[in-house]
């Protein structure tokens, strides 16, 4: 088969919960731990960093990625969902998955997909796991897809296990209380492997704690230690800002140059610090040098995409792939910090969210630009519209996102901000971001 030969296969015979939602999730490890043992268990070949959490887990894999990177390491990274091409999922050092990789790999091993059925999120992970063994890496930064329990990545043994942040997402599939949520994350915590959890969260304290107790597991609350603050004046157009963290009160870092902009990010730091510690622990020689370099030149480093991106300037045109309420408040925290004279917000959201209490949160005074992205999961832009409209958001109805995002950009005037969001697909489909 052909690179494009082989995603149709993937796509069309495994379930897939980016595409269908939780008809592409399967509980357990069962299926994970079968393909892994048929391709010689790699997961137990390289070591790793597993990072959990409802919001930040992304931004985290990339800030520790790019760190080790810096520190002259070979560093795999697998994220999940890619935004436009499969390959963004699994990189080494930076660099995508080489295609004839992946077709060969399929070619290979299609026979036990269709004997055990993965979903294909499963065969993402075993795939990602056989090629970091393949490509001898020193390291390598595994984010948890959903959950953390029963999700596929859980079959690693990591070094260090980070979990960033607490919040309501996927609740019909880990749970609809906070403590429940956490009880899933808190599943990636393994016996004696120490566990960093970003943000001290009062509902979920105790989860993380007894967790920690049962297994044995040092537990670091990373924010009871490290502090960030961001260093004002800060442009709200600039591509980087400028952060000073300390270390128990005592300054660690001053005029730390961090490459991604957003205030939401001083609460991923103290994470991200964290486990570079426990790493120094463990024989990994990081110097500041490295940690500099690393946090300033993340997006270079490691291709990352989709974070408070700016791909346009008078009209600012600002993307974020924040698709769920906590992630939503920070963003529209980011964009009341922005001077303009009209906001105008491109959104589309998927069919399993709590929409709703989503469009609570968004500016009332902003001009709505409503779409779909092209995504079964994608809720109708009609749909959304409606709904916005029972709670003050009014706008109009597009159904491509690139309709959406070319008339927002054709009607906001030079000092006017454009917002697009609400759904990482959404995000996926803004061309700019790939120019």
Same mark, same amino acid.
């Given at each position: 088969?052909?690179?494009?030969?082989t995603? &149709?296969?993937?796509?069309?015979?495994?379930?897939?919960?980016?595409?269908?939602?939780?008809?592409g999730?399967?509980?357990?490890?069962?299926?994970?731990?079968?393909?892994?043992?048929?391709?010689?268990?790699?997961e137990?070949?390289?070591r790793?960093?597993? /990072?959990?959490?409802?919001?930040?887990k992304?931004?985290s894999?990339?800030?520790?990625?790019?760190?080790?990177q810096?520190?002259?390491?070979?560093?795999?990274?697998?994220?999940?969902?890619?935004l436009?091409?499969?390959?963004?999922? +699994?990189?080494?050092?930076?660099?995508?998955?080489?295609?004839?990789?992946?077709?060969?790999f399929?070619?290979?091993?299609? #026979?036990?997909?269709?004997?055990?059925?993965?979903?294909?999120?499963?065969?993402?992970?075993?795939?990602?796991?056989?090629?970091?063994?393949?490509?001898? /890496?020193?390291?390598?930064?595994?984010?948890?897809?959903?959950?953390? !329990?029963?999700d596929?990545t859980?079959?690693?043994?990591?070094?260090v296990s980070? +979990?960033?942040n607490?919040?309501?997402?996927?609740?019909?599939?880990?749970?609809?209380?906070?403590?429940? *949520?956490?009880?899933?994350?808190?599943?990636?915590?393994? &016996?004696?492997?120490?566990a /960093?959890v970003?943000?001290?969260?009062?509902?979920?304290?105790?989860?993380?704690?007894?967790?920690?107790?049962?297994?044995? &597991?040092?537990?670091?609350?990373?924010?009871?230690?490290?502090?960030?603050?961001?260093?004002?004046?800060?442009?709200?157009?600039?591509?980087?800002?400028?952060?000073?963290?300390?270390?128990?009160?005592t300054?660690?870092?001053?005029?730390?140059e961090?490459g991604?902009?957003g205030?939401?990010?001083?609460?991923?730091? #103290?994470?991200?610090?964290? $486990?570079?510690?426990?790493?120094?622990?463990q024989?990994?020689?990081?110097?500041e040098?490295? $940690?500099?370099?690393?946090? !300033?030149?993340? !997006?270079?480093?490691?291709g990352? !995409?989709?974070?408070?991106? *700016?791909?346009?300037?008078?009209?600012l045109?600002?993307?974020?792939?924040?698709?769920?309420?906590?992630?939503?408040?920070?963003?529209?925290?980011?964009?009341?910090?922005?001077?303009?004279?009209?906001?105008?917000?491109?959104?589309?959201?998927?069919?399993?969210?709590?929409?709703?209490?989503?469009?609570?949160?968004?500016?009332?005074?902003?001009?709505?630009?409503?779409?779909?992205?092209? *995504? #079964?999961?994608?809720?109708?832009?009609a749909?959304?519209?409606?709904?916005? %409209?029972?709670?003050?958001l009014?706008?109009?109805?597009?159904?491509?996102v690139?309709?959406?995002?070319? %008339?927002?950009?054709? &009607? %906001?005037? #030079?000092?006017? /901000?454009?917002?697009?969001?609400?759904?990482?697909f959404?995000?996926?489909?803004?061309?700019?971001?790939?120019?």
């Amino acid at each position: 088969m052909t690179y494009a030969e082989t995603l &149709a296969y993937l796509y069309e015979q495994l379930p897939m919960f980016q595409r269908v939602g939780a008809a592409g999730f399967k509980k357990g490890l069962g299926n994970t731990q079968v393909l892994a043992a048929a391709l010689g268990n790699p997961e137990r070949k390289f070591r790793s960093v597993h /990072v959990a959490g409802t919001n930040g887990k992304g931004s985290s894999s990339h800030l520790l990625a790019s760190v080790l990177q810096a520190a002259g390491y070979k560093v795999g990274l697998y994220t999940s969902p890619h935004l436009r091409e499969f390959t963004e999922r +699994i990189k080494i050092n930076g660099q995508e998955l080489p295609p004839e990789y992946l077709v060969a790999f399929v070619e290979q091993w299609r #026979p036990l997909f269709e004997e055990v059925k993965p979903s294909f999120f499963e065969m993402c992970v075993a795939l990602a796991f056989r090629y970091f063994a393949d490509e001898k /890496v020193d390291i390598a930064i595994v984010e948890v897809g959903l959950g953390g !329990r029963l999700d596929s990545t859980n079959i690693i043994t990591p070094l260090v296990s980070l +979990i960033t942040n607490i919040s309501f997402d996927h609740q019909a599939l880990l749970g609809d209380t906070l403590p429940l *949520i956490a009880a899933e994350k808190a599943g990636i915590i393994k &016996a004696g492997v120490p566990a /960093v959890v970003s943000q001290t969260q009062p509902e979920v304290v105790a989860v993380f704690a007894e967790a920690a107790r049962s297994l044995a &597991a040092p537990l670091t609350f990373a924010d009871q230690h490290y502090y960030a603050t961001i260093i004002a004046p800060q442009s709200p157009e600039a591509e980087s800002q400028r952060v000073r963290v300390t270390l128990n009160g005592t300054v660690l870092l001053d005029e730390l140059e961090l490459g991604l902009v957003g205030d939401y990010q001083r609460l991923n730091l #103290p994470g991200v610090l964290a $486990v570079l510690n426990e790493l120094r622990q463990q024989n990994f020689g990081i110097p500041e040098a490295a $940690v500099r370099q690393g946090l !300033r030149d993340v !997006r270079q480093l490691t291709g990352l !995409r989709g974070r408070w991106s *700016i791909i346009g300037r008078r009209p600012l045109v600002v993307c974020d792939t924040g698709h769920n309420e906590a992630g939503l408040r920070l963003v529209t925290a980011q964009l009341a910090r922005l001077t303009y004279r009209q906001l105008h917000v491109v959104l589309g959201v998927v069919n399993d969210k709590d929409v709703t209490q989503m469009l609570t949160i968004l500016p009332p005074t902003a001009i709505y630009y409503f779409c779909q992205a092209g *995504i #079964p999961r994608a809720l109708p832009a009609a749909e959304l519209a409606e709904r916005a %409209a029972t709670v003050g958001l009014r706008g109009a109805i597009y159904g491509p996102v690139s309709a959406a995002v070319k %008339a927002a950009r054709l &009607a %906001a005037g #030079p000092d006017d /901000v454009v917002f697009i969001g609400g759904s990482t697909f959404v995000v996926a489909e803004v061309e700019e971001l790939y120019e």
